[in-house]
């Protein structure tokens, strides 16, 4: 298996090409990017984008002999996998507020009447605290929705 | 026997890309991506980058196309609302633009090829490039000596995006 390997890796591979091929790769993920209104489509194809400059990195590592292009690739697709975590974060966000992964629909920062809208509550924020000391009744923590405030009522209760 | 390979493997990976981008079906264009980063990952062993190789099937390949299937089945999103592509006008202005990097890279790199010649050559005749730089204990020794602070950054760059990812979609942030 070395040896086959070896003898594979005898002629060098011609670097223009691969520079070429990094070329055409890029385009294709900016094609994607521009002509597609679906948010994830337009992440797959920046993912595109990132792996033609990862090609193009590792060619000029091995045009300078130097293998810091292949640490740099490493570098850039740790950035990339944190980007992802976040974009794909941002797409969850959007989609619970607007049923939609389509661009065009939610390039109005302001808010749109898309129906009833959950806004992520606060600790601090006295919303249905209705004073767990005073609640007097056997099944007081039906009222209550937070965790927070019903293991403070089960408690007091207990 | 190497040309011949890197010529396999950039018409599969130019293909599944071409494919990957015009599919209506989400799925089916992060499944086609995986053929593109496995076509890469063929391209990185030629060029003699096999940690390169590797980590890119095992985080690409492996994590970050989960990742996206997941996201892309959780959203539950309908075939024809996928089949929608920009509005003409500015789909052939994006179209357009990518032609245009196209050619101004394909330009340069015509333009500088000598020097990548050249320094093929170089390495034919035995070697500016060592053997073992493309291996895990090579880049292991680059990225711990040379590079450490941006080795531990990027652990700051990872915790941050984990956090961001967490809280941003949290429904309660108690």
């Known amino acids: ?158 | 026997m190497t040309e011949v390979l890197f010529y396999c493997f950039a018409a599969v990976a130019i293909a599944s890309a071409v494919i990957a981008i015009s599919r209506k079906n989400a799925v089916a264009s992060a499944l086609w991506l995986v053929l593109m980063f496995f076509a890469l990952a063929g391209t990185y062993v030629l060029l003699e980058a096999w940690f390169v190789a590797v980590i890119q099937i095992l985080v690409y390949a492996g994590a970050i196309m989960v990742l996206f299937l997941f996201v892309i089945m959780l959203v539950d999103l309908k075939s024809e609302e996928l089949a929608v592509m920009g509005a003409p006008r500015f789909r052939a202005l994006g179209l357009l633009t990518s032609a245009l990097f196209l050619a101004v890279a394909v330009f340069v790199v015509l333009n500088t090829r000598e020097t990548f010649v050249a320094a093929a050559d170089t390495w034919d005749r035995g070697g500016a490039l060592e053997v073992e730089s493309g291996s895990a204990a090579g880049i292991g020794h680059y990225l711990f000596h040379r590079w450490v602070l941006a080795f531990e950054v990027t652990s700051v760059l990872l915790l941050s995006g984990m956090l961001g990812a967490v809280i941003l979609t949290k429904r309660r942030l108690t």
Do not use: C, W
């Not at chain 1, 740790?78 to 941002?90: F, W, Y």
């Not at chain 1, 939610?106 to 005073?134: C, K, N, T």
């Open chain 1, 1 to 158: 298996m070395s040896a086959l390997l070896d003898s594979v890796l005898a002629t060098a591979v011609p670097l223009d090409r691969a520079l070429l091929l990094a070329a055409v790769l890029f385009s294709i993920g900016l094609a994607g990017v521009t002509s597609r209104r679906n948010v994830l489509i337009m992440l797959l194809s920046v993912e595109i984008m990132l792996n033609a400059a990862n090609l193009a990195l590792v060619t000029f590592s091995k045009v300078h002999g130097d293998p810091t292009g292949q640490v740099f690739v490493f570098f850039a697709m740790t950035v990339a996998a944190a980007e992802v975590a976040v974009g794909l974060a941002i797409v969850i966000a959007v989609y619970r507020l607007r049923r939609t992964t389509d661009v065009g629909e939610v390039a109005a920062l302001h808010e749109i009447d898309y129906g009833p809208v959950r806004y992520p509550q606060l600790e601090g924020q006295p919303v249905h605290h209705h004073g767990s000391s005073g609640n007097g009744d056997g099944d007081g923590d039906a009222g209550e929705t937070g965790g927070q405030p019903a293991v403070a009522s089960e408690e007091a209760h207990g």
